[in-house]
């Protein structure tokens, strides 16, 4: 999900922060792939490392369940354990993100999925038609 308020905050240009939304779920769409391949040579500090990058990305992008997933996959990847659940569910934020941002062009976001207060931003932002 997307925090309109903090992500306008942090923004000052809309059009910018459309931009830079789309520009997130074009270039991290794969990035569980990208974790994966650095888990196949035995790289758990690149792998770590690469959520981290994903988190703060995330963090600047307001996207708060994104980036508290890739926070959650860090931590994990830093340690001996079974990073498996963790990675299926950083996938699924980013898939769901990129079902809204990336696929805004054909299918808006549902106002339903969104506080009403956050209607006119993202409207504003052009996710949705008016």
Do not use: C
Request: charged share 25%.
């Amino acid at each position: 999900m997307i925090d309109i308020t903090r992500g306008l905050k942090i923004w000052s240009d809309d059009q910018t922060y459309r931009d830079y939304l789309r520009r997130f779920a074009e270039s991290y769409s794969s990035a569980v792939d990208t974790i994966n391949a650095s888990l196949a040579v035995n790289d758990r500090p690149a792998a770590a490392a690469f959520a981290h990058k994903l988190a703060g990305v995330a963090a600047n992008l307001a996207l708060p369940d994104t980036q508290r997933l890739a926070l959650e996959t860090e931590r994990i990847l830093s340690t001996a354990y079974d990073a498996t659940l963790a990675l299926a569910r950083l996938q699924d934020a980013l898939a769901q993100e990129a079902l809204r941002l990336h696929g805004s062009r054909r299918t808006p976001l549902h106002k339903s999925s969104y506080p009403r207060r956050h209607w006119l931003s993202i409207r504003r932002l052009n996710l949705w038609p008016n």
